[in-house]
């Protein structure tokens, strides 16, 4: 192998003496200029540093001063206002890319109702075709409002918004029912308004709830269920025998408070709370009202008492311990379940739509002193496992509609297909945020995964008619894009991303903004419930 000549080494060193350089005036100045142009590079970075430091010093000193004059107006502020920032520089890129994948998920399901059922209230999927399952109020389209904000799609927002201010309509010769109308277009809009601050969603808000409030006009002030909203004329269904159904009753209260502070007109709240005055007359000490309530007289009528399908701090506590006295645990695993009571007897049987319950539970944990804290928070988590494992049990890994429970056997599916239902990443997203627990951020994952490899289609996203066989059903539910993708895309969120300090979600996982109190008259009372008193139901197409 030939050698280096030693002439190349010396040869380097000579441009490190200064005699070289003073022999060729024209290198030196090079070497100068250089030297010149590099320290004014350092100085001016040194000088951009200070001044971000100094910015951004700055900008806390405004924002602390911003918190103090919130503060005396009575508006409640993060006592940290850097813990935003923290959050926004702190994800974990794991969450991040789980994020991104739910983001992607809703962007599949939005183009494909775009594509297939733009302005229908739903999309069929397999038949690519839109369906008016609520009266033509376009409930996908309103239900997708905040989620679209929330994920950050301005331009799908955008769109959204243009068709809700020229194309939504609401003078229909329609009887649609009370209880969904209120969840998915009021609070919809109502969230999308407190979001971008557009006052064409309040308008629409207060529009379709003006057109709801004469199915309050009954003796006891207990709400029918059905209206028309093109005449008014309000009823209930023939199947319950005349009654109202109490989650239809119960279910308002944060909509219509949340209108009352948002226009200044108290009659809609004032309806609302009607209803829970009439509730605390004939409230059992159990907690545990039936699900009908007849209209007329105010009383409740003989029925099922319920957390699943149809099912103040007092008054929940109360419940809360009416809800302890239903739950059992199975064997061999130890699932603790939330029983269905008839008369006297308790059916080992849980929907999948009380999975709701181990959120409610975890959210209104911090109102009891340590012990009972601690009790209602370990129910939550336990209930919260057997709701997960509704997912995690079948071949699917999809949940079923309902479940029972079995000694020895722990549980098995009954009602077996799965509508895209949101209850149990709801709670998830609750406890991850209660706890920090990231056990509860794997599971909704889990769910996701099994919603992409059995539900996602190229035309969007279906439930299942069996969650066992894998068939699919023909319906892609607007609640999927309103609570599912949203209660998942929150679980891998920073808390500060619809903060709890500031935000309550309503039944249909719309987010109002809190109000503080502002005068005598309830008016601005902030709306904060500690769970529903029931929830939607459900039919695969």
């Known amino acids: 192998m030939a050698r280096r000549s030693s002439s190349s080494s010396s040869g380097a060193w ?42 951004i010093s700055r900008l806390e000193d405004d924002i602390n001063r911003l918190h103090d004059q ?67 109020l376009g409930a996908t389209l309103v239900d997708s409002l905040d989620t679209l904000y929330i994920m950050g799609l301005k331009d799908e927002f955008q769109k959204a918004r243009d068709w809700v201010a020229e194309s939504l309509d609401f003078d229909k010769d329609y009887d649609a029912s009370v209880f969904e109308t209120t969840i998915r277009v009021v609070g919809g809009l109502l969230s999308a308004y407190d979001l971008s601050g557009d006052k064409v969603f309040l308008e629409k808000a207060k529009d379709i709830t003006d057109r709801l409030l004469p199915a309050w006009e009954t003796t006891s002030g207990i709400p029918y269920n059905r209206i028309n909203l093109a005449h008014g004329r309000a009823h209930n269904p023939g199947w319950t025998n005349g009654d109202s159904i109490l989650a239809d009753s119960g279910t308002e209260q944060l909509e219509f408070i949340a209108l009352s502070q948002r226009t200044g007109d108290p009659k809609y709240q004032q309806k609302a709370e009607n209803v829970i005055t009439q509730l605390q007359k004939i409230y059992p000490s159990d907690g545990l009202l039936p699900i009908y309530i007849n209209p007329h007289s105010g009383t409740a009528s003989y029925s099922t008492i319920t957390f699943g399908a149809m099912g103040d701090r007092q008054m929940w506590e109360t419940s809360m311990e009416g809800l302890i006295s239903l739950t059992k645990k199975t064997t061999p695993s130890n699932y603790h379940y939330i029983c269905e009571k008839n008369g006297g007897s308790l059916s080992d049987k849980m929907d999948e739509l009380a999975c709701f319950a181990p959120g409610m539970l975890a959210l209104g944990a911090s109102g009891y002193g340590p012990e009972k804290s601690e009790q209602i928070m370990n129910l939550a988590k336990e ?31 009954g009602t077996s297909w799965n509508i895209l239902r949101p209850e149990t990443v709801e709670s998830l997203m609750y406890l991850w945020r209660l706890t920090g627990n990231k056990t509860y951020q794997d ?68 987010p109002l903004r809190i109000v503080p109190i502002h005068d005598n008259k309830g008016i601005g009372t902030p709306a904060r419930p500690f769970g529903p008193l029931g929830r939607k139901q459900g039919k695969p197409e």
């Not at 496992?385 to 020895?408: D, I, S």
Request: proline residues 4%; charged residues 25%.
């Open 383 to 413: 209930l919260a496992r057997t709701c997960y494992n509704f997912y995690q049990t079948t071949p699917t890994k999809l949940a079923g509609e309902n479940y029972f429970f079995h000694a020895g056997q722990d549980m098995s599916v």
């Open 70 to 136: 919130l503060r005396k107006a009575g508006v409640h502020v993060d006592e940290n206002p850097s813990n935003a920032r923290k959050d926004l520089v702190e994800i974990d890129p794991v969450n991040n890319e789980r994020r991104e994948k739910v983001k992607e998920a809703m962007l599949h399901a939005w183009n494909s109702y775009v594509k297939y059922a733009w302005g229908m209230d739903e999309l069929q999927p397999q038949s690519k075709n839109g369906i008016n399952s609520f009266g033509g």
């Open 443 to 510: 599971w909704g994952w889990d769910i996701f995964q099994a919603f992409e490899k059995n539900s996602r289609i190229e035309s969007g996203y279906v439930g299942l008619r069996d969650v066992n066989t894998g068939e699919k059903d023909n319906m892609m539910q607007s609640f999927f894009l309103a609570e599912t993708l949203k209660y998942l895309y929150l679980l891998f969120s920073p808390p500060s991303v619809i903060s709890f300090d500031e935000w309550v979600f309503n039944t249909e996982a719309h």
């Open 14 to 55: 000579r441009y490190l003496n200064p005699a070289y350089y003073l022999k060729r005036p024209k290198r030196l100045a090079l070497l100068f200029f250089v030297f010149v142009a590099a320290t004014f590079a350092f100085w001016d970075r040194q000088s951009l540093v200070r001044e971000y430091e100094s910015e």
